[in-house]
């Protein structure tokens, strides 16, 4: 069965502080990996999609990486406004337009 | 910009009663899809349809029914409204394998 986990569930830092976040899978057949943030109240906004490992996406603060099991979210130097709930979500590669998403890391930057 | 909206922001209705949600996007998209979230489990998926008049089963189909009678409108029902489906309810549409784009959500409480 097809498996998304994300970690940590929770993440709080100081403005200026970077880190990571990460999702990991089992999958067969990646056909494509989409980060999403999700601000309280509204619906998912995409970030990115990654297709392959070893491959790369920048927007901003953010950068999205992707290895054969995983991919990771690097948030340099956030401001407040980054505070979101950050998801991913992977798609099979059987033909289906399907996404199985993880359940998220809840990110909170601190002035 | 793909547009996705959804009829309701705030939605209560009793058990026992027939509850339509509905969704439309301006985009041309053939696959729309349906998700409910709830915390600790994340998005979960209904329905989705590949065209119009056709539909297939998502993870959590049961208790709900869908109607895709033009291209741009995604119809999730409700048949007999239960306590456990109070829940957030998401829309979303894609072309292709593209990154899902997602309406702003209804939150439906059943009392």
């Known amino acids: 069965e097809d498996q998304v986990t994300q970690s940590p569930e929770a993440l709080r830092l100081q403005e200026g502080e970077s880190s990571s976040l990460n999702c990991s899978y089992t999958?067969?057949?990646?056909?494509?990996l989409f980060w999403y943030r999700q601000d309280p109240g509204k619906g998912p906004e995409f970030l990115f999609t990654?297709?392959?490992a070893g491959e790369e996406k920048e927007k901003e603060r953010l950068k999205a990486t992707l290895t054969k099991k995983e991919s990771f979210l690097h948030i340099t130097a956030p401001k407040p406004e980054d505070s979101a709930t950050y998801l991913c979500a992977v798609q099979e590669g059987s033909g289906s337009e399907k996404l199985v998403f993880g359940k998220g890391t809840k990110l909170t930057v601190n002035p | 910009d793909v547009k996705v909206t959804q009829s309701s922001r705030y939605l209560v209705k009793r058990t026992g009663e027939k509850v339509f949600l509905e969704c439309v996007q301006d985009?041309?998209?053939?696959?729309m899809f349906w998700y409910r979230q709830d915390p600790g489990l994340g998005l979960r998926l209904i329905y989705f349809?590949?065209?119009?008049?056709?539909?297939e089963k998502g993870d959590i189909p049961e208790g709900y029914s869908v109607s895709r009678e033009k291209k741009e409108r995604f119809s999730l029902i409700l048949e007999s409204a239960s306590t456990n489906q109070t829940s957030m309810y998401l829309c979303a549409s894609s072309v292709g394998s593209q990154p899902q784009h997602f309406g702003d959500g209804t939150r439906l409480s059943i009392l």
């Open positions: 990654l297709y392959s």
């Open positions: 999958v067969s057949g990646l056909r494509g």
């Open positions: 349809s590949y065209d119009v008049k056709m539909k």
């Open positions: 985009m041309d998209h053939e696959n």
